[in-house]
């Protein structure tokens, strides 16, 4: 028979009761990396189709935005 003071087996998954629960009020936050990628993709979509600057000097926003997002995705959300 088994009782209250035995051990699962080695190995066992944890019962429901056992489950240590996520914790509490923490908030998500938003990457300033990704914040920052955002505004270049949203910067070189202003001036290159809506503002339709001829210049070639509008696309540093748009490498700007891929290098920041890049950044993001490799180092993952909690690099800066």
């Known amino acids: 028979m088994t009782g209250p003071d035995d051990q699962p087996a080695p190995g ?3 019962s429901a009761s056992e ?13 300033l990396t990704l914040i920052a990628a955002l505004a270049a993709f949203a910067v070189w979509v202003v001036l290159a189709f809506v503002a ?8 540093v926003f748009l490498a ?12 993952g959300p909690a690099a800066w």
């Open 12 to 14: 066992a998954a944890p």
């Open 64 to 75: 700007v935005g891929v290098i920041l997002l890049i950044r993001r995705v490799v180092t």
């Open 19 to 31: 489950a240590v629960p996520p914790p509490q009020g923490k908030a998500r936050t938003v990457n």
């Open 52 to 59: 339709a600057v001829p210049a070639g000097w509008v696309h």
